[in-house]
């Protein structure tokens, strides 16, 4: 941290009056492949943001993530004009950004007792340089530096999601790139390009070459034919099952029951169960690999407020769906006969109930969308 310019050591009689330093502490994390198999061990030194005074200690904190649509429609688009898609991954992509406001931090507890070389910091406090993970404003300074390299650098900002880029080279090929925090999707026909962006990155950030996209964001993504690309969450669905104690719980055929019983709802929920959290889980499937599950999801959400053990029964019984179907996923095809400049065709389906919430007496609207065929 010294060494790279993140911190600089003081003591803490040199801290000014008007600031308070930070707390800090370790986080432990294994990191995970698609099969679930352990890759790394991380351990980070991270603040504790909770602590910081707005206005003083930060101001803006938003920092802007592509939607999953957009992720969808790019892998769907690269498929159809048959690009090739490759991944970066940015190293402590934080510590690469700068921090206009002046910080100080503590260090973690009891680390001056690791051994006779860490007496040195004793009665020290850091000056901060660089926006450690647990600042509010960490996740802005990142992407306010990384989308100022690009466009400074040739890239078009989409209108539609502030991380989505596009490049358009001298000769006609275009090269797109997503930002997720520290991933990076490149997607571009051209290998050329591909190498040139990675370069050019890689001079400017401190980034490892992931090769060709297969992990990304819990989306696996596999290619079992030429045309033909597979995204699945199986992983993501394996964890659910677990942390919520239902593998060894009997499989099921279809997502939800017909309906949910208005008599069963309550005005107060049940706070014990934690409905809200298992919910949650279950959009973060529907809203990309799992549109299968995507009207029950929407019911469960009408009973965030007051949901009882029958909405929770509800709930696991999509979990044990899932559980049951966890290799499914979203198969992309190529079209044949399909050109790289052929313009794509985009068809949108709605459709809807009839007055069929029993509460309201209000109807139930869907929609999907696809491109050259590709939802």
Same mark, same amino acid.
């Given at each position: 941290m010294e060494?790279?310019?993140?911190? $600089?050591?003081?003591?803490?009689?040199?801290?000014?009056?008007?600031?308070?330093?930070? #707390?800090?502490?370790?986080?432990? #994390?294994?990191?995970?492949?698609?099969?679930?198999?352990?890759?790394?061990?991380?351990?980070?030194?991270?603040?504790?943001?909770?602590?910081?005074? =707005?206005?003083?200690?930060?101001?803006?904190?938003?920092?802007?993530?592509?939607?999953? $649509? @957009?992720?969808? @429609?790019?892998?769907?688009?690269?498929?159809?004009?048959?690009?090739?898609?490759?991944?970066?991954?940015? #190293?402590?992509?934080?510590?690469?950004?700068?921090? $206009?406001?002046?910080?100080?931090?503590?260090? =973690?507890?009891?680390?001056?007792?690791?051994?006779?070389?860490?007496?040195?910091?004793?009665? #020290?406090v850091c000056r901060l340089f660089k926006p450690l993970y647990g600042l509010k404003q960490a996740g802005r300074a990142w992407a306010k530096k990384l989308h100022t390299f690009l466009k400074t650098n040739g890239w078009a900002q989409s209108n539609v999601d502030a991380c989505l880029f596009t490049k358009l080279h001298d000769d006609g090929q275009r090269t797109w790139i997503i930002t997720y925090v520290d991933d990076l999707i490149i997607s571009s026909s051209s290998e050329r390009h591909i190498r040139a962006c990675k370069q050019q990155i890689k001079e400017s950030f401190e980034a490892e070459d992931l090769g060709p996209l297969t992990w990304y964001l819990g989306l696996h993504l596999t290619s079992p034919a030429d045309g033909v690309l597979h995204i699945t969450q199986t992983q993501a669905i394996n964890d659910i099952v677990n942390d919520y104690n239902l593998a060894a719980a009997a499989s099921v055929s279809t997502p939800m029951r017909v309906g949910i019983d208005a008599s069963s709802i309550s005005e107060q929920p049940d706070r014990r169960l934690p409905f809200r959290n298992l919910v949650g889980s279950l959009l973060y499937l529907a809203n990309r690999t799992r549109p299968d599950v995507s009207f029950a999801c929407g019911l469960l959400c009408r009973y965030m407020d007051r949901y009882t053990t029958v909405h929770w029964q509800a709930a696991k019984h999509v979990v044990r769906y899932l559980k049951a179907t966890s290799e499914h996923g979203l198969l992309f095809k190529r079209r044949s006969g399909t050109c790289k400049d052929q313009p794509l065709n985009l068809v949108c389906y709605s459709d809807a109930s009839f007055g069929t919430d029993q509460l309201t007496g209000r109807s139930t609207t869907g929609f999907t969308c696809y491109i050259n065929g590709l939802l």
């Open positions: 060494r790279n310019g993140v911190i $600089k050591l003081i003591p803490r009689s040199a801290v000014p009056r008007q600031h308070t330093p930070l #707390k800090s502490r370790f986080v432990f #994390k294994v990191k995970r492949d698609a099969e679930g198999a352990p890759t790394r061990f991380k351990a980070r030194w991270v603040a504790k943001g909770f602590s910081q005074r =707005p206005g003083i200690d930060f101001d803006q904190t938003y920092a802007p993530t592509p939607a999953a $649509k @957009t992720i969808l @429609t790019v892998l769907a688009v690269s498929l159809q004009r048959q690009h090739q898609l490759h991944q970066l991954d940015f #190293k402590s992509a934080y510590l690469q950004a700068d921090l $206009k406001e002046e910080l100080y931090m503590e260090l =973690p507890p009891h680390f001056t007792d690791i051994g006779d070389g860490a007496q040195r910091y004793a009665g #020290k």
